[in-house]
């Protein structure tokens, strides 16, 4: 279920390769001095059993590459790539990426600073 600023997943009835899981997915721009425009994530949910809570903070150039770092901390917790609580959905998923690109006032061809894609990483 997607709606501006959430998304929530769960596993499917009658699948059987992935283990239990419930996360959401919350989202906000925040604009921080020296920084610019951050989009800010809060991972949260349980896998098998498993509670967890994870926050990024991605910068508004490197933001796009949100449903990747979302499956790699989903990860962590056990759930496989092929499971991403992002990519299940692709309607969803096009909906929170034009969500997040009207809410940071992006525009296709923008340049990407690759010391803020390091940054980002970093935090995984």
Known sequence: MFKPGHLHRQRAPGV??????????Y??????????????LTMQGVVDGRAFTEQVRLHRDTAFNFAAVLGRLAGRYGLPRNASPIMREHAEYDAMYRDIRERLGAVSGEPVDFAHLEQDLRQL
């Open 16 to 25: 059987t390769d992935v283990p239990d899981y419930v996360v959401d997915v």
């Open 27 to 40: 989202y906000e721009v925040q604009e921080e001095p020296g920084e610019g425009l951050l989009l800010c």
